[in-house]
């Protein structure tokens, strides 16, 4: 089946505006990650999802930033206000996990954000 | 909290040899270990990953070792061609499932 989608794949915007990225996880997967990856460095965990409960939102940094599922589907990432250290690409991931466990995440191809 | 470290950042093999990237990790809850290669301009993909009941795993070229008494585990590459050059990102995950943590990458070139 499909894998994760997101939109738009790039994003330029000006500083202070607001932006929304979207999410698409695999059709069933009740576990769904945002992350940031800045030029050249490595994945920083945003916010978590898992089914109805309450989001892992640890990862978010700083009060610019929020998220939203909707349906236990598709999710929103939110940046209001951008800042020009908010460049970077952002993955989403989903995956489903077994009862109590971990499972394969699988990654969404990313959005390129780029505050100018 | 968990915390995760790679090393190395960078590695250049010839292209038959083997490359080996190691992690390690502080939290002992943590039980599942995938390993992401990322090619430039792409999005990561597990190539392997392993659980805390196994201390091996291995796939045609690749393997994973795990050693949960040192914390820490490894990914091997044999044989290395021209195409596995890329990123690669090595994680840990705590049994709740909340979080991956991921380590800094290692960008692996491998030279024909």
């Known amino acids: 089946g499909a894998g994760v989608s997101q939109s738009p794949s790039n994003k330029v915007t000006e500083k202070g505006k607001d932006v929304e990225l979207r999410c698409d996880p695999i059709?069933?997967?009740?576990?769904l990650y945002w992350y940031r990856q800045s030029l050249g460095q490595g994945l920083e965990f945003l916010i978590y999802?898992?089914?109805?409960?309450?989001?892992?939102k640890s990862g978010l940094p700083s009060d610019r930033f929020s998220a939203e599922r909707t349906g236990g589907s598709v999710s929103t990432l939110t940046i209001q206000r951008t800042q020009q250290e908010d460049s970077a690409v952002y993955l989403c991931?989903?995956?489903?996990?077994?009862?109590?466990?971990?499972?394969?995440?699988?990654f969404g191809p990313g959005t390129r954000l780029t505050v100018l | 909290g968990e915390n995760v470290e790679q090393h190395p950042s960078t590695l250049s093999v010839q292209e038959g040899d083997s490359a080996v990237i190691k992690c390690t990790y502080s939290?002992?809850?943590?039980?599942?270990f995938p390993w992401y290669k990322q090619e430039l301009g792409k999005r990561p993909q597990l190539i392997i990953d392993?659980?805390?009941?196994?201390g091996e795993k291995k796939d045609q070229r690749i393997a994973v070792t795990l050693n949960k008494t040192a914390k820490h585990f490894s990914l091997h590459i044999t044989e290395t061609q021209p195409e596995d050059s890329a990123v690669y990102f090595c994680?840990?995950?705590?049994?709740?499932?909340?979080?991956?943590?991921f380590g800094t990458g290692t960008s692996l070139t491998v030279i024909p």
């Open positions: 991931a989903s995956s489903f996990p077994l009862a109590g466990a971990t499972d394969t995440q699988y």
């Open positions: 059709s069933g997967h009740t576990a």
């Open positions: 999802f898992q089914g109805n409960s309450a989001p892992d």
């Open positions: 939290d002992s809850a943590s039980n599942y």
């Open positions: 392993i659980r805390s009941n196994v």
């Open positions: 994680a840990a995950s705590i049994w709740s499932g909340n979080q991956f943590y």
